[in-house]
């Protein structure tokens, strides 16, 4: 549903910038973060389970790792 593009960042300034990002977002909607940060998968994992998203997936590309965050849905 959105693009957050931030190859380049470190993780400090990604997770800054993933909170506006899925602030942005409706509940169940879908975040994709391309990052060339190698360290970005288990982070973002760990990040999901602190705030209550789902880590939905990755994919590579030339460069950068696409990584797919669905926002949380409220209950």
């Keep these: 549903d959105r693009l957050l593009h931030a190859v380049g960042l470190t993780w400090g300034e990604l997770a800054v910038t993933l909170d506006e990002a899925m602030g942005g977002l409706r509940p169940g909607e879908v975040l994709e973060v391309r990052t060339d ?16 998203h789902t880590f939905v997936g990755l994919g590579k590309a030339d460069g950068y790792t696409r990584y797919f965050i669905r926002r949380e849905i409220l209950q």
Aim: with cysteine; hydrophobic share 40%.
């Design 37 to 52: 940060d190698p360290g970005a998968g288990p982070d973002l994992v760990a990040w999901c389970g602190v705030t209550g």
